[in-house]
């Protein structure tokens, strides 16, 4: 079934503001991971805390977070999360 | 039944503006013409968008946080786990592993080696004309050189007058033509450079994109609602000597139109060129009469944003920069074995006016990872697909975090078709 395909991705920063080395942080400056669920109907990022020393995401942190829905919103322009309990969501699909 | 040898062709920076993923612009026919006799994913994904970490991540078969590489400052047999890699896998089943321009990223994270001699037969064959490639070779408007990002250059201007990826294709011939006197079955992998940054490309494929037909990215804008977390401040771009000299403002810019319509304009002649030299490479395989006992897969390490949400490059979470071109050509399986001196590959030309509609081969829509290409091409080939890894793995050489895709290859009707391998 086309609907169970996932594909996940991640990406870090080592800040919630854009700063100089936020496109490739050094593992030691890595404060935010942002990890994302795709499937074909959607994509969901949360950005949460992460500790570089432990290698532990704290999914409890939560920073920010996206959903942007495929077929109404294919370039990912209209981010939904905070609009449709994106939070809510997030404790239906914590591991 | 003699094991099917292997040519990996790995892009850098590859996002899926290709004729047979839909792009109406851009001129990739070789590329195209490998998708008609290929197997197709349109939805794949890299693990993390960008190059060390997603290279490490699919030829380890491992998720970045199993690497725990996500910069590029580890080795993953130190830092991490002793994790075999996929050519490591071949070359333990008795294939001779080689590799040619980038294919593990270099430097730390390949332990300085590509991570021989654990992954390859041979030394890696690295061009020498790569040491030139962020220097100022860049004739600029003041016929000076300059260490630009739009790089479009004379070829007979260039420093031993060659660029890296075409010695990458005139070694992978010679490497092919060697093997043809081998007895054993050989692992080939290629890896371009281009069109990762700069845009140093031979200057004629500028003709192909005149500036009047490229349009901005569809969506330009930094969205509204986009988390400051998520945006990618593009920092790389900005250090080429054309990009600083717009005084751009940080993080956000913008840059200016004209100059984002030539970052395209050179994007896209940057893959033309990529396409050429696949071109070249898999014509050779077709005059050595090796495309009926060769799996080629062709994939890229992640994408790269050309303006789309206010962003350049990579290094984010959006679809633009992971998705990326996944294909996989299996003789006999997503195509019929070609007859004899019936060419499947044969090189064509961009330049040509002609350029024919090119059939689509097979394609899969579901949503695949780049983590799948190592345990699905060790089931292409015949291999034991290794198992499914523990959670947590770091003490296990040799498993599979990524899905087998095995399932997307079985053949509708092999009892209709004598040609296809059963």
């Known amino acids: ?95 | 039944t003699a094991p099917l040898n292997v040519l990996l062709i790995i892009v850098d920076d590859l996002r899926p503006s290709l004729g047979c993923y839909g792009d109406k612009l851009v001129r990739s026919p070789n590329i195209d013409q490998l998708a008609s006799h290929s197997l197709l994913f349109q939805n794949a994904f890299a693990q993390q968008a960008v190059c060390a970490p997603s290279r490490v991540s699919f030829l380890t078969g491992r998720r970045p946080d199993t690497t725990r590489l996500y910069d590029f400052n580890s080795y993953w047999r130190v830092h991490a786990g002793n994790f075999s890699t996929l050519p490591q896998y071949f070359k333990e089943n008795g294939y001779v592993t080689m590799s040619v321009g980038k294919v593990f990223h270099p430097g730390i994270s390949s332990n300085y080696s590509d991570d021989s001699p654990y992954s390859w037969s041979i030394p890696p064959y690295h061009p020498s004309s790569e040491k030139y490639e962020n220097t100022k070779t860049c004739r600029g408007p003041d016929g000076e050189l300059h260490a630009n990002l739009l790089c479009p250059v004379d070829i007979a201007d260039v420093p031993e007058g060659t660029l890296p990826d075409k010695q990458s294709t005139e070694q992978a011939i010679r490497l092919l033509e060697k093997t043809k006197t081998s007895t054993r079955p050989f692992f080939l992998a290629v890896g371009y450079h281009k069109p990762h940054i700069p845009f140093r490309y031979p200057k004629e494929f500028q003709k192909l994109y005149p500036l009047e037909n490229i349009t901005l990215a569809p969506d330009p804008e930094v969205p509204a609602g986009l988390p400051p977390v998520a945006y990618n401040p593009w920092m790389d771009i900005r250090q080429r000597e054309d990009v600083q000299a717009l005084n751009l403002s940080v993080p956000y810019g913008p840059i200016p139109v004209d100059f984002q319509r030539k970052i395209r304009q050179s994007y896209f002649a940057s893959i033309s060129y990529l396409d050429t030299q696949v071109g070249h490479l898999l014509s050779a395989l077709d005059d050595l009469q090796l495309a009926n006992s060769t799996i080629i897969v062709f994939a890229s390490d992640h994408g790269w944003a050309l303006g789309e949400h206010g962003e350049w490059a990579k290094y984010s979470n959006f679809d633009i920069t992971t998705r990326v071109p996944l294909m996989f050509y299996v003789p006999g399986r997503t195509a019929p074995l070609p007859e004899a001196g019936e060419k499947l590959f044969p090189y064509i030309d961009p330049f040509s006016s002609v350029q024919e509609l090119m059939e689509p081969g097979r394609q899969v829509t579901d949503l695949v990872e780049l983590l799948s290409l190592s345990p699905t091409l060790a089931g292409l080939a015949g291999l034991h697909v290794p198992p499914r890894c523990p959670v947590p793995s770091f003490h296990v050489e040799l498993c599979r975090e990524g899905q087998n895709l095995m399932k997307h290859f079985q053949v509708e009707d092999v009892e209709g078709d004598p040609h296809l391998r059963g």
């Open chain 1, 1 to 95: 079934n086309p609907r169970e395909s996932i594909a996940y991705s991640q990406y870090p920063r080592p800040a919630d503001s854009p700063q100089w080395n936020s496109d490739k942080p050094s593992l030691k400056d890595i404060k935010v991971m942002g990890y994302s669920i795709r499937t074909i109907d959607y994509r969901y990022t949360v950005w949460v805390g992460f500790s570089p020393h432990e290698f532990l995401a704290n999914f409890s942190d939560v920073h920010a977070g996206e959903l942007y829905f495929v077929d109404s919103d294919p370039l990912q322009d209209h981010n939904m999360y905070n609009d449709s309990q994106g939070k809510d969501l997030l404790q239906h699909l914590m591991p």
